[in-house]
Nanobody, 120 residues
Framework: QVQLVESGGGLVQPGGSLRLSCAAS????????MGWYRQAPGKQRELVAI??????NYSDSVKGRFTISRDNAKKTVYLQMNSLKPEDTAVYYC???????????????WGQGTQVTVSF
């Protein structure tokens, strides 16, 4: 089994910054993609940013403001969010694609979600 623990959400004023973290633990041989998604009330979950280590992609709405990074030794992915806007308000979820020990098949796992609220 794999556990993902997210941290770093909260309330911030427009123009402010937050840094999210997501640490993976458990039955992990290797991690491929690590990413962040978000879901606002009444909307579908959407991709924010994803990294395979060699490649990184961002949604158009966050390009130039958000930066995804990873520490493979710590099995942790980060999302640095700058110049936050009210429309960034959502629950943010991390997702990792894991190859477990003793398996030939990768599996995806979701974090529990962390609330980010951008408001005065």
């Amino acid at each position: 089994q794999v556990q993902l623990v997210e941290s770093g959400g909260g309330l911030v004023q427009p123009g402010g910054s937050l840094r999210l973290s997501c640490a993976a633990s458990g039955n992990i041989f290797s991690i491929n993609d690590m990413g962040w998604y978000r879901q606002a009330p009444g909307k579908q979950r959407e991709l924010v940013a994803i990294t395979s280590g060699d490649n990184t992609n961002y949604s158009d709405s966050v390009k130039g403001r958000f930066t995804i990074s990873r520490d493979n030794a710590k099995k942790t992915v980060y999302l640095q969010m700058n110049s936050l806007k009210p429309e960034d308000t959502a629950v943010y979820y991390c997702h990792v694609n894991v190859l477990p020990f003793g398996s030939s098949f990768r599996r995806g796992y979701w974090g529990q979600g962390t609330q980010v609220t951008v408001s005065f």
